[in-house]
């Protein structure tokens, strides 16, 4: 906010009818945390430059919030708790510009609504000292004692609505969605001070500093070490009506969870589709399968050419020229990291392939072709190919007896045939009856582990293998609270887990099927899986998704070097795995080139 907007004292005023319904109606009280994001924000709304949020009991005891900004005066006080009054729009034209972080009016009458508030506030207008007003009370303001600014008291979150209450998380979970929304705002206002306590005890402290400065004391000096500046340089000296600038780290620096990833959009912190994707594509072919990428990224463009008023919490916004949005981040960022990719990486990446070679055994061509024609064929040919084996197999004995010489003899072989080789770390050759068959060892292998982690979990037999070391680390006070709260689902899925102290966990078993994985990450992506999206025995569909991401922990990893034993081992597993030639992203994990095709590539008749 710029302070010349401050100058004068800003007056509160009920918005007219026809404008009240042009604002998003909806809750800005969904839990503790969404109360406190509207403090913080109207805080700087007003100028202050220096904010001090304390938290008690997750935010249902208490929520104060004390700033040093403008005020407001004894006249308005009340009028600062009534729906659809502010000072920040006063006209439609105002809406379509606004550059403060509220403008609905909505948030203090909200809160008044399901939780005892109290406004205190001393405005430089006001002389003598500040007043204070209790929302229930019904009463006039009363004088009280205050240097400048004010304090937001929100005490007893949901004393009315029992029923909402329930939906809260622990104390310890709620606190932690408090010092997120309390991160993010504090990411994007580094030239004010913030300070957080919880629980009577001083959590985080951010005094004034820079961009750069706020960014490390936030986000940590790892990521800041790391990560590429990213600038496109202020509208001033570009000529563009936008800018880009920020901080985002190169693929080596992903993570397992999404858990780093800001992006704001003139200082409000959004989660939007239409960025998010131009990150995704920027971040293309860069990233190892499940990694998230880590950024914190501010664009600045004119307000008039974005609308933010499409969310009643303001995460989403409509950008006006949406596609020349998207291509000026997916460029930003994408130069951003080009320059460490380049000096990483000299191997050759597929797009690097000469156009003379063969349309079938260009990787993208020949993705493309089987995704378009191939696919039911594959199927089909699969379906039919596994029925004959599984006869055969009944006459030879069990699947693993198969002999591999068939290795030199095509003919006799398997539907997924033998293993010939590894190729590049990533794929296994193999020869089948038809010709040459290539999986994706790592897809197949997740796909593998996936349907034996549900099917072991269906029979309720989800085994653990205690480790001979418990894996100690540390952990978020999320994480932390999260284990406390899904201790049941945990133990169901075959974990054993515990707090060691207030910030660190161990892991002293983990799911059988699951016993080669990291324990480490493995609990981590977990946690992060529960924390996103919790885990209901009722919903299947969000329990399997669940374990799919386990299963990539037990999946064998791309480039490690199999032995011919092994890999045939994997392809006989495939071959009695239900759905394994999808991967669990939907994404073929075989395929196979017919020796027809082979021999058109050498003019070869037969
Ligand atoms: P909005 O922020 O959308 O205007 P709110 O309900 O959050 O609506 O606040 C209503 C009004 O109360 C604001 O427009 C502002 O004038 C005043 N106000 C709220 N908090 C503060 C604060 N910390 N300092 C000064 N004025 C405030
Ligand atoms: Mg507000």
Same mark, same amino acid.
């Given at each position: 906010m710029s302070e010349s907007a401050f100058s004068r004292q800003p007056s509160i005023r009920l918005l007219p009818d026809p404008l009240v319904s042009q604002i998003a109606a909806g809750e800005v009280v969904e839990r503790p945390a969404s109360v406190l994001k509207e403090l913080l924000e109207n805080a700087l709304d007003a100028g202050a430059t220096s904010i001090h949020a304390q938290i008690e009991e997750g935010g249902v005891r208490l929520i104060r919030v004390t700033d040093n900004g403008c005020g407001i005066v004894r006249d308005e006080l009340a009028l600062a708790l009534t729906r659809h009054a502010t000072s920040k729009i006063a006209s439609l034209g105002d809406l379509e510009r606004v550059a403060t972080l509220g403008f609905r009016g909505e948030a203090l009458a909200s809160a008044a609504s399901v939780a005892r508030l109290t406004l205190t506030s001393r405005a430089a207008l006001d002389g003598g000292h500040a007043w204070r007003l209790r929302a229930e009370s019904g009463a006039s303001p009363e004088p009280a004692a205050l240097e400048k600014g004010t304090i937001v008291e929100i005490r007893d979150l949901y004393y009315n609505t029992p029923a909402r209450r329930k939906f809260l998380k622990s104390g310890a979970t709620e606190f932690a969605h408090c010092a997120e929304a309390f991160r993010r705002i504090a990411l994007a206002h580094p030239g004010v001070a913030f300070a957080l306590s919880n629980n009577g005890r001083e959590n985080t402290r951010l005094p004034a500093t820079d961009?750069?400065? !706020?960014?490390?004391?936030?986000?940590? =000096? =790892?990521? %800041?070490? +790391?990560? !590429?500046?990213? @600038?496109?340089?202020?509208?001033? =000296?570009?000529?563009?009506?936008?800018?880009?600038?920020?901080? &985002?780290?190169? +693929?080596?620096?992903? !993570?397992? !969870? /999404? @858990?780093?990833?800001? &992006?704001?959009?003139?200082g409000r912190f959004v989660r939007d589709r239409l960025l998010g994707h131009a990150l995704r594509e920027a971040y293309r072919d860069m990233l190892h399968g499940g990694r998230y990428p880590a950024y914190c990224?501010? %664009? =600045?463009? @004119?307000?008039a050419a974005v609308d933010v008023n499409v969310h009643p919490s303001k995460t989403e916004v409509r950008f006006r020229e949406a596609r020349a949005v998207h291509q000026f981040v997916f460029h930003a960022v994408q130069r951003a990291l080009s320059a460490s990719r380049n000096a990483l990486e000299t191997r050759p990446s597929p797009g690097n392939i000469p156009p003379s070679i063969p349309a079938w055994s260009h990787p993208v061509a020949h993705q493309k072709r089987l995704d378009l024609n191939s696919q039911r064929a594959t199927r089909a040919y699969y379906d039919f190919a596994r029925t004959?084996?599984?006869?055969?197999?009944?006459? +030879? /004995?069990?699947?693993?007896?198969?002999?591999?010489?068939?290795?030199?003899?095509?003919?006799?072989?398997?539907?997924? /045939?033998?293993?010939?080789?590894?190729?590049?770390?990533?794929?296994?050759?193999?020869?089948n009856a038809r010709g040459l068959v290539i999986v994706d060892m790592h897809a197949a292998h997740e796909r593998i582990v996936y349907e034996k982690l549900k099917s072991a979990i269906d029979a309720r037999q989800a085994n653990r293998q205690t480790l001979l070391i418990p894996a100690v680390f540390s952990v978020t006070p999320t994480e932390a609270a999260i284990v406390e709260e899904h201790a049941e689902t945990l133990c169901a899925f075959g974990f054993d887990v515990g707090l060691a102290g207030a910030s660190r966990i161990i892991v002293r078993a983990v799911p059988e099927i699951l016993r080669t994985a990291d324990p480490e990450e493995l609990v981590r992506d977990v946690l992060d899986e529960l924390n996103e999206h919790g885990v209901s025995g009722a919903v299947t569909a969000r329990r399997n998704a669940f374990l799919s991401r386990m299963a990539c922990h037990g999946a064998v990893r791309a480039h490690r070097q199999l032995t011919l034993p092994e890999m045939n081992a994997l392809l006989r597993q495939m071959e009695t795995t239900e759905r394994a030639d999808q991967c669990n992203h939907g994404r073929p994990t075989w395929t196979e080139l017919p020796i027809g095709e082979f021999d058109k590539l050498f003019l070869r008749g037969r």
């Open positions: 961009f750069s400065g !706020r960014a490390g004391a936030v986000l940590g =000096e =790892e990521f %800041l070490a +790391s990560a !590429r500046a990213v @600038d496109t340089g202020s509208s001033a =000296e570009t000529a563009a009506p936008l800018r880009v600038f920020g901080y &985002c780290a190169p +693929s080596a620096h992903a !993570r397992a !969870r /999404g @858990d780093l990833q800001y &992006c704001y959009v003139n990224l501010f %664009l =600045e463009i @004119d307000p004959a084996y599984s006869q055969s197999a009944a006459q +030879s /004995g069990a699947p693993g007896a198969a002999s591999e010489e068939g290795a030199e003899n095509g003919e006799t072989a398997p539907p997924l /045939g033998y293993a010939l080789a590894q190729l590049h770390g990533v794929y296994i050759l193999a020869q």
